[in-house]
């Protein structure tokens, strides 16, 4: 459908046979998880898919400067929603992170984290829910957290914000940071967005997360998440897609140094999921760390520059994704796939 109308049919034989371009040019994602990591093989084998710095375009809505002027809408011919994403140029949006990317963190400062533990029941038989005792995430960078459903994710997500009962510490340039310290320093998107919707309008739920009142950098932001049309309605008579988007721009306003995000693009299509990603990219430019709990691999592909993998509440692989790392985040997926006979995308993992 575009604009309300049946614009295309298709049997579900033809529609199956549908190649991954042709997918992607509907605004559509892939099905198989080997063409989301052939789409990126490709991309990022090319000059074009990581731009110099002279090349790179503007990026205004995460910028820290407040006076830059946003980049001027781009429509892609081939697809006729993608219409408003004022701040995101096709080629930004549409690059998966490039292993030099990955590589670029080696050096960076880390963010160590220690003593990681918590249980959802307390006693001496409760199952440890979270047992990490030391860990490194790259500081600035962009922290894929993969694993199967109830493998300790989005309990590690929680602990990080000091959500939850988790002790340990979180160390930031040599200062350590325990609960109540990582819940002034973090922002999180929570699964269930509905959660953290409180304002009348989407545009005082954004502006509520900036540090003063600023309706032309709230409305920048929606504007690059394509929520501005929407931004005098009540934020829950949404879409669960716009929700999630609402939720992306407020965490984004609040400019805080670790950004936790539990499955942001789950219901997105590819070019909102495109979206959210090149802001991803941008926020890692002001020095942020963001960490990503996710099943998407080609969000993953998009802008992630490190992965943790997760199980029974432990971390079990920690790895750049360089060139090496895809490989091993493909055999990641594709253990997942050969489990039952379910799409991906549709299976825990």
Request: aromatic share 4%; charged share 25%; glycine share 6%.
């Given at each position: 459908?575009?604009?309300g109308?049946?614009?295309?049919?298709?049997?579900?034989?033809?529609?199956?046979?549908?190649?991954?371009?042709?997918l992607?040019?509907?605004?559509?994602?892939?099905?198989?998880?080997?063409?989301?990591?052939?789409?990126?093989?490709?991309?990022?084998?090319?000059?074009?898919?990581?731009?110099?710095?002279?090349?790179?375009?503007?990026?205004?809505?995460?910028?820290?400067?407040?006076?830059?002027?946003?980049?001027?809408?781009?429509?892609?011919?081939?697809?006729?929603e993608?219409?408003?994403?004022?701040?995101i140029?096709?080629?930004?949006?549409?690059?998966?992170?490039a292993?030099?990317?990955?590589?670029?963190?080696?050096?960076?400062?880390?963010?160590?984290?220690?003593?990681?533990?918590?249980?959802?029941?307390?006693?001496?038989?409760?199952?440890?829910?979270?047992?990490?005792e030391?860990?490194?995430?790259?500081?600035?960078?962009?922290?894929?957290?993969?694993?199967?459903?109830?493998?300790?994710?989005?309990t590690f997500?929680?602990?990080?914000?000091?959500?939850?009962?988790?002790?340990?510490?979180?160390?930031?340039?040599?200062r350590?940071?325990?609960r109540?310290?990582?819940?002034?320093?973090?922002?999180?998107?929570?699964?269930?967005?509905?959660?953290?919707?409180?304002?009348?309008?989407?545009?005082?739920?954004v502006?509520?997360?900036?540090?003063e009142?600023?309706?032309?950098?709230?409305?920048?932001?929606?504007?690059?998440?394509?929520?501005?049309?929407?931004?005098?309605?009540?934020?829950?008579?949404?879409?669960?897609g716009?929700?999630?988007?609402?939720?992306?721009?407020?965490?984004?306003?609040?400019?805080?140094?670790?950004?936790?995000?539990?499955?942001?693009?789950?219901?997105?299509?590819?070019?909102?999921?495109r979206?959210?990603?090149?802001?991803?990219?941008q926020?890692?430019?002001?020095?942020?760390?963001?960490?990503?709990?996710?099943?998407?691999?080609?969000?993953?592909?998009?802008?992630?520059?490190?992965?943790?993998?997760?199980?029974?509440?432990?971390?079990?692989?920690?790895?750049?994704?360089?060139?090496?790392?895809?490989?091993?985040?493909?055999?990641?997926?594709?253990?997942?796939?050969?489990?039952?006979?379910?799409?991906?995308?549709?299976?825990?993992?």
């Open positions: 459908m575009e604009r109308r049946i614009a295309r049919r298709w049997t579900g034989a033809e529609f199956a046979a549908l190649p991954a371009d042709a992607c040019d509907l605004g559509l994602r892939v099905r198989r998880v080997q063409d989301a990591f052939a789409a990126a093989g490709t991309a990022s084998a090319s000059p074009a898919a990581e731009p110099s710095e002279a090349e790179a375009p503007a990026a205004p809505a995460i910028s820290p400067s407040e006076s830059e002027t946003p980049a001027a809408p781009t429509a892609s011919p081939s697809e006729a993608v219409q408003a994403t004022p701040a140029s096709p080629s930004e949006a549409e690059a998966p992170a292993p030099t990317a990955a590589a670029s963190q080696a050096s960076a400062p880390a963010l160590a984290i220690d003593d990681f533990r918590f249980a959802y029941r307390r006693g001496a038989n409760a199952t440890p829910a979270l047992d990490i030391h860990a490194e995430l790259p500081q600035g960078g962009i922290v894929a957290v993969v694993g199967r459903n109830g493998a300790g994710k989005s997500a929680e602990a990080l914000c000091g959500l939850n009962r988790c002790g340990g510490r979180l160390t930031v340039g040599g350590a940071h325990g109540k310290r990582r819940t002034r320093a973090s922002f999180m998107v929570m699964q269930d967005v509905n959660h953290q919707l409180f304002a009348e309008s989407v545009l005082d739920e502006q509520l997360s900036l540090a009142e600023d309706e032309a950098r709230a409305h920048e932001l929606l504007r690059a998440l394509d929520l501005d049309d929407v931004a005098d309605d009540h934020p829950l008579s949404l879409s669960g716009q929700r999630q988007r609402v939720c992306v721009a407020a965490a984004l306003a609040s400019k805080k140094p670790l950004v936790v995000y539990d499955e942001p693009t789950s219901g997105l299509d590819l070019t909102h999921m979206q959210v990603a090149a802001l991803l990219r926020v890692r430019d002001t020095g942020a760390t963001q960490v990503v709990v996710t099943h998407d691999p080609e969000f993953i592909l998009s802008c992630c520059s490190q992965v943790l993998e997760m199980e029974s509440g432990r971390i079990m692989e920690n790895y750049a994704l360089d060139a090496a790392g895809m490989r091993r985040l493909e055999a990641f997926f594709a253990r997942a796939q050969a489990v039952g006979g379910e799409p991906w995308e549709k299976r825990p993992m």
